[in-house]
């Protein structure tokens, strides 16, 4: 099962920020989330709110600001603490830090139709010039957005975010053609898990900050999970696979996956 940093490593450094990222990387995780925003310049910058009053120190929305302005702020108001000021970046600055990101979930917010459309081109130019076909996937919860991602490049994944049982997001998902399904792991089962994977979804889960539903997740199929913890959640599963290959066969075949080791709250 894939782990994807939730908004970098929400739990662990400020969210949607470059040391965020750098500190999971440094951990060994190469998945993550991240959430992208129009700025005032039409460059995408990694945000998760449509303004900057809850992580900066200021007020406003995106939209008024350039993505250099959007850099000076500190982005740390609200986030896990970190010792030294941080921007909100922009994706081609995330972009030009990694060279061997595995993948990214591009999560984009419900904007107005004419700056989703500008970062809808944005995105297409960006992937195409970079070729992140098999290294990135656009996601959102709005459907008139995958769908113009979906006509200006059918190369490009898509994946539909669901937060609700209603409309069916599995429904949802199918019609749009979406490779993803990025679903709230309180609404994911075993059945839906296998329903997706007929239809050839990846079914990514978010966010699951405790071991105990990550094993149940795993239990139902889910390909990936999305967590504000990746760090410690690679180190739960890379240990536990170190434990599983160091017990004799008989051993390790009489352990269930979900009592391999001890979970935590």
């Known amino acids: 099962m894939i782990v994807y940093g939730h908004r970098g490593a929400k739990g662990e450094a400020p969210e949607n ?14 998945h993550f989330e991240l959430d992208l925003v129009l700025s005032k310049d039409g460059k995408p910058v990694m945000v998760h709110d449509l303004t ?20 000076q702020m500190d982005a740390r108001r609200n986030t896990s603490s970190w010792p030294r000021k941080i921007g909100i970046p922009s994706l081609e600055d995330l972009l030009d830090q990694f060279d061997d990101l595995e993948h990214l979930q591009l999560e984009v917010k419900k904007d107005s139709r ?13 992937i195409q010039r970079r070729d992140l076909y098999q290294t990135a996937a656009i996601t959102s919860s709005d459907i008139w957005f995958l769908k113009q991602i979906r006509r200006r490049n059918r190369r ?44 050839g979804l990846h079914v990514s889960t978010w966010t699951v900050n405790r071991i105990h539903d990550m094993l149940q997740l795993e239990n139902a199929g889910v390909d990936s999970i999305i967590t504000d913890y990746p760090t410690s959640t690679r180190m739960f599963f890379d240990n536990r696979a170190t434990a599983l290959l160091s017990l004799p066969n008989t051993q390790r075949n009489a352990i269930p996956d ?8």
């Open 17 to 30: 920020t470059l040391p965020g990222f750098i500190h999971a990387y440094r951990h060994g995780v190469r």
């Open 52 to 71: 900057v009053d809850r992580t900066t120190g200021q007020k406003g929305n995106i939209c008024d600001y350039t993505a250099a302005e959007l850099a």
């Open 114 to 126: 004419q700056r989703l459309n500008i970062l809808c081109n944005r995105l297409t130019e960006i």
């Open 156 to 199: 490009i994944r898509i994946g539909f975010v669901a937060e609700r049982k209603f409309p069916r997001p599995l429904t949802q998902a199918t019609r749009l053609g979406c490779d993803y399904l990025c679903i709230n792991w309180k609404l994911c089962s075993k059945g839906m898990v296998e329903q997706a994977h007929r239809r």
């Open 258 to 265: 979900n009592e391999a080791l001890p979970t935590t709250g």
